[in-house]
Nanobody, 125 residues
């Protein structure tokens, strides 16, 4: 059974940083793509970043996080990270990681088969 577990959320002041982790099990790590998505209250789910684990140069970022967030992986730990810098109040949301068994890696949530439970990120002073 494919499982994805997020960790690393919390409360941070504007301008601060957080690193989220998505640890996977039950699948061959480098055959998947992992995407990070977020959803704020009253808003649609938004694609944040994605990475094809078979090609770590195949990376995408949403326009709102470009230049501030970085996605990277550690295959030895079956984990994909999302480093979030220069955080803004509008980054406040529940952050989800998702797995795409086709391995393509896009920012379209419809492409993803497996989802974690989410982790709350709150940016506030």
């Amino acid at each position: 059974e494919v499982q994805l577990v997020e960790s690393g959320g919390g409360l941070v002041q504007p301008g601060g940083s957080l690193r989220l982790a998505c640890t996977g099990s039950g699948f061959t790590f480098d055959e998947f793509a992992i995407g990070w998505f977020r959803q704020a209250p009253g808003k649609e789910r938004e694609g944040v970043s994605s990475m094809s684990l078979s090609d770590d140069t195949d990376i995408h970022y949403g326009d709102s996080v470009m230049g501030r967030f970085t996605i990277f992986s550690d295959s030895a730990k079956n984990t994909v990270y999302l480093q979030m810098n220069s955080l803004k109040p509008e980054d406040t949301a529940i952050y989800y990681c998702a797995g795409d068994a086709q391995g393509w890696g896009t920012l379209d949530p419809e492409e993803y088969d497996h989802w974690g439970q989410g982790t709350q990120v709150t940016v506030s002073s």
